[in-house]
């Protein structure tokens, strides 16, 4: 089952779930373009499967059925547990890359894209462009320390940052 199956959470993933769980209602419209992934993910021969605890029970099966078909969101299945795939679209997961390095405190500082994207909603230009100054010299710290350590990790992960980069800006 596992060997084309692409499991993608239901709140916060497909359903944009802006303001948390309310009262378990299902509030919000889609995330921008998943309908679009989904469907070339299930015309490439994945089977996609939709999980969510609120379709534990009866009532929110119905209602995510219901608003996967207000908004033509086909799925192959629709689960309350997580079944074998080759992988998980989740947005409230830590990638574990084998290294428990810095892992602690992953946990500890998590913010899923919503709270990061409207932390700096509220900030003036000029707050941005600090905030921007500050993560840049960070990350050129790390490199240069990784890169004492391990040339080729530097490089790693200056390329991983600029693959984000570039990544971002594709979809603006």
Wanted: proline residues 2%.
């Amino acid at each position: 089952m596992s060997e084309k199956t692409v499991v993608f959470d239901f709140d916060g993933v497909i359903h944009k779930y802006s303001k948390g769980w309310q009262d378990g209602s299902i509030y919000d419209e889609p995330v921008e373009g998943i309908k679009d992934i989904i469907d070339k993910l299930r015309q490439s021969g994945y089977k996609v499967v939709v999980v969510s605890t609120r379709t534990a029970k009866r009532e929110g099966l119905k209602a995510v059925i219901s608003w996967l078909n207000k908004y033509h969101i086909a799925v192959d299945d629709i689960q309350d547990t997580k079944p074998p795939a080759i992988c998980y679209i989740d947005d409230r997961a830590i990638t574990f890359n084998g290294n428990i390095n810095g892992l602690y405190q992953k946990i500890v500082s998590f913010e899923n894209w919503l709270t990061k994207k409207n932390k700096y909603d509220n900030m003036s230009e000029a707050e941005l462009i600090g905030t921007f100054i500050l993560k840049q010299k960070e990350l050129q710290q790390i490199v240069e320390k990784t890169s004492r350590i391990d040339p080729r990790k530097g490089i790693e992960i200056f390329d991983k940052w600029l693959q984000i980069a570039k990544e971002y800006i594709e979809e603006e």
